[in-house]
């Protein structure tokens, strides 16, 4: 079956420690994306991908990075310095990034503080 | 970068119910979509609009593409129980900006 899939589903980091999300699709899109969820907020996007070694900052770039050497990875890290890092994160692909082409999720990976 | 504004932030109804929710936004959107959001899962996409007016349904689903451009409403007919979740209205442009969501609670 095509779709994406998210990993780990939760995930702890202690103060301190980078923590690296993993995204995989299966569907041969181009584009990539990574949403932050906060209780009663809407999606905020941190980054996304067009195109295989491309990547460009969203909204809420700051405190994380990503890369993208394969097609079908866009692998999320959550570094030291996002010090509010506690959140839903998820992660969307579509065909590419134009207008029309609507984005799909993966199941997501919750992420908390010890 | 600009969110959208969502109504009502949620709804308690009952079994059997109509369910009206709209998204709006000072700028103008070239697509529209809804999505619906169950607890621990991702967003999954319900309607996608693609142009100004357009009217569409999907099962006891209905959305509408606003005129100005620059809103959207989703009505669920007959709601049951297994509508219960958080629904989101997405504009698209270059990017996606989401609207903060309906929490929908249906009572048996």
């Known amino acids: 079956d095509g779709g994406i899939t998210q990993s780990p589903k939760y995930l702890f980091r202690k103060e301190g420690q980078n923590v690296t999300l993993s995204c995989e699709q299966n569907?041969?899109?181009?584009?990539m994306y990574w949403y932050r969820q906060d209780p009663g907020q809407g999606l905020r996007l941190i980054y996304y991908?067009?195109?295989?070694?491309?990547?460009q900052k969203g909204d809420i770039a700051e405190g994380y990075s990503v890369s993208r050497e394969k097609k079908e990875s866009f692998p999320l890290t959550v570094t030291s310095a996002q010090k509010n890092p506690t959140a839903f994160y998820l992660c969307?692909?579509?065909?590419?990034?134009?207008?029309?082409?609507?984005?799909?999720f993966g199941d997501g990976t919750r992420l908390s503080i010890l | 970068g600009q969110q959208l504004n969502q109504s009502p932030q949620s709804m308690f109804i009952q079994e059997g119910e109509d369910v009206s929710m709209n998204c709006t936004s000072s700028?103008?959107?070239?697509?529209w979509l809804w999505y619906k959001q169950d607890p621990g899962e991702g967003p999954v996409l319900l309607i996608a609009?693609?142009?100004?007016?357009e009217l569409t349904s999907n099962g006891r689903l209905t959305a509408q593409f606003g005129i100005t451009r620059k809103d959207s409403f989703l009505n669920i007919s007959a709601s049951i129980p297994s509508d219960v979740g958080i629904y989101f209205c997405?504009?698209?442009?270059?990017?996606?900006?989401f609207g903060a969501g309906t929490r929908l609670t249906v009572k048996p």
């Open positions: 609009l693609y142009k100004a007016g």
């Open positions: 969307a692909s579509s065909i590419n990034t134009g207008p029309g082409q609507p984005q799909h």
């Open positions: 997405a504009g698209q442009n270059n990017d996606m900006r």
């Open positions: 569907l041969n899109h181009d584009a």
């Open positions: 700028s103008i959107f070239n697509t």
């Open positions: 991908s067009q195109i295989v070694n491309d990547f």
